[in-house]
């Protein structure tokens, strides 16, 4: 079974500036996507990045990108020139791949909330 | 398109009593999800359906049940509610093939709360 941790429960920056959010997880599959969603005080799920692990190359979204150490099993999310907007709690997720192409279950970790200051 | 949309947004249920949780989605998407998010637990997965007529239990499904009896439906019951099924309930679904690129698309959420 797959694990995803995220071991900050909050962390706090300043508008402008740039933060990261940690994330490790543990699998032993050798494929597999990683996910970063952000849920604001709305609720609604809203997925920032995703990642697939036979790429070396880190996956950027905008502001947000990613640390991607496979090797490590950190999936790390930077976001830069933070915006009050993004005030939320943010998620951690993994999904194995299928040989089949078949849909895998979703293993989330517990959240970060962050909180952007003005 | 409406996505995936779950109703109600908010119910509270007496200990012992019983209700659906509903979600309907208009995308044509085989799978259907539910999870439960407790505070600093991030989302349990309840039950799962890979299409109408299949459904398999996920992490957390004690005291749940589901049915898919269409692609578009995948109601939640609870039976005899009990406080520790309060909580906040997500719906989700995606394409066959479609998750690793896309994700799940979510409901909006319900929030349960047991009394």
């Known amino acids: 079974a797959q694990t995803v941790t995220q071991s900050q429960p909050e962390m706090s920056v300043q508008e402008a500036e740039t933060v990261t959010l940690s994330c490790t997880y543990d699998t032993s599959e050798s494929n597999y996507y990683l996910f970063w969603y952000k849920q604001p005080p709305s609720r609604q799920m809203i997925l920032v990045i995703r990642q697939e692990a036979y790429k070396q190359q880190n996956a950027t979204e905008n502001r947000f990108s990613v640390n991607f150490q496979k090797a490590a099993k950190s999936f790390s999310l930077k976001i830069s020139d933070s915006q009050l907007g993004d005030t939320a709690m943010y998620f951690c997720a993994f999904m194995k791949q299928t040989p089949s192409g078949a849909n895998s279950k979703l293993t989330f970790g517990k959240g970060i909330t962050l909180s952007v200051r003005p | 398109n409406a996505g995936v949309t779950q109703t109600p947004k908010f119910r509270i249920l007496k200990i012992g009593q019983s209700m659906t949780l509903q979600c309907t989605q208009d995308m044509n998407h085989n799978y259907m999800y539910w999870y439960r998010q407790d505070p600093g637990m991030g989302l349990k997965l309840i039950y799962y359906?890979?299409?109408?007529?299949?459904?398999d239990k996920g992490e957390v499904p004690n005291g749940y049940n589901v049915s898919r009896s269409t692609t578009e439906d995948f109601p939640l019951r609870l039976e005899l509610a009990a406080p520790s099924q309060t909580s906040v309930y997500f719906c989700?679904?995606?394409?066959?093939?479609?998750?690793?690129?896309?994700?799940?698309?979510f409901g909006s959420g319900t929030r349960l709360t047991v009394v």
């Open positions: 359906s890979v299409g109408a007529g299949i459904t």
């Open positions: 989700a679904s995606s394409y066959l093939g479609g998750a690793g690129a896309y994700g799940y698309t």
